[in-house]
């Protein structure tokens, strides 16, 4: 009768834990993630809704259920692209998120090499002020930049705005950059001085196809916050035809105390397509670029 018990309890404890750390893991893991998903999924899940939701249900929830489409129509996004100049400050926002992209990329590379690689005097404290450079809040600088703006003709033009932007990207791209070159072995550097290979060679030759994930990553960021950017989007650009998306579906599509709900939901919704579309591209070397930058 005792091995008999034994054998019992035996057998009962693994059902007994495996049952606890169900639990946990339910409780500690998936429980957390499906609220987290829930929180963040749920915008986007409001702007589908609405973007195909008919003005009758959009204005009437007494007898229409607010999270649930009854006759869905494409009326919304039919006069968003047609009736409106939305294909243009599509293209206009494309075009200024591209170029400033590439600008600050071409800036932000050559100065995260000099500071890390050569080494100067005092390049830890340059590196230090181009970061905090990135502290400053935009709305300080919007006003005296607009003045330079204004002297050099730019106003109400997107050129404007792919000269403007990497005064904000660059600090960032460059310190980013800076902690992804200090994860590549200088000794390859050092055998190619060796062999006699200037530093514009080594910098395109060695260093960039290894700091892909970095350029990658800080293009991502570039790319993100040239697309969603408003205050200076705002101040610099005035004619409505080259406003950016940001802008454009806030002041073009609001129209008095009116606003049209469904084509602002479809607008924002079309507008956010492109950068979820770069991060799920890139995700792997966004994450790899930041873990070894945050790790130096």
């Not at 890390?116 to 006003?143: C, D, H, K, N, Q």
């Not at 990658?216 to 790319?223: D, E, L, P, R, V």
Request: glycine share 6%; proline share 6%; hydrophobic share 50%.
């Amino acid at each position: 009768m005792t091995d008999v018990a034994a054998s019992n309890v035996a057998s009962a404890t693994p059902d007994t834990m495996a049952w606890d750390s169900r639990t946990r893991r339910v409780v500690m893991i998936y429980l957390p993630l499906a609220c987290f998903i829930l929180i963040l999924l749920f915008p986007f899940y409001w702007m589908a809704i609405t973007s195909f939701k008919p003005n009758a249900e959009l204005l009437n929830y007494k007898e229409h259920n607010p999270f649930w489409i009854t006759s869905p129509t494409l009326a919304h996004i039919k006069h968003l692209l047609f009736e409106t100049s939305y294909p243009r400050w599509l293209k206009t926002t494309m075009l200024v998120a591209i170029g400033s992209t590439f600008l600050s990329l071409f800036a932000s590379t050559l100065a995260a090499y000099a500071i890390e690689r050569l080494r100067f005097r005092g390049s830890p404290y340059v590196g230090l002020g181009i970061y905090l450079a990135y502290l400053v809040p935009p709305s300080i600088l919007f006003i005296p930049l607009a003045t330079v703006i204004v002297q050099f003709g730019l106003f109400d033009s997107p050129l404007a705005l792919i000269l403007v932007y990497p005064t904000f990207l660059v600090p960032f791209c460059t310190w980013l950059l800076i902690g992804y070159f200090k994860s590549i072995p200088y000794e390859l550097e050092e055998c190619a001085l060796v062999d006699g290979a200037t530093r514009l060679q080594i910098l395109w030759r060695i260093t960039l196809p290894l700091a892909v994930p970095g350029l990658i990553s800080a293009g991502i960021f570039s790319f993100t916050l040239s697309w969603n950017e408003f205050i200076y989007a705002l101040a610099f650009i005035q004619s409505g035809a080259n406003k950016t998306v940001p802008v454009a579906i806030l002041t073009e599509l609001v129209t008095g105390d009116v606003y049209q709900w469904g084509a602002l939901m479809a607008g924002s919704l079309l507008g956010s397509l492109p950068v979820a579309l770069f991060y799920s591209l890139f995700v792997d070397y966004y994450v790899s670029s930041l873990t070894g930058a945050v790790k130096e």
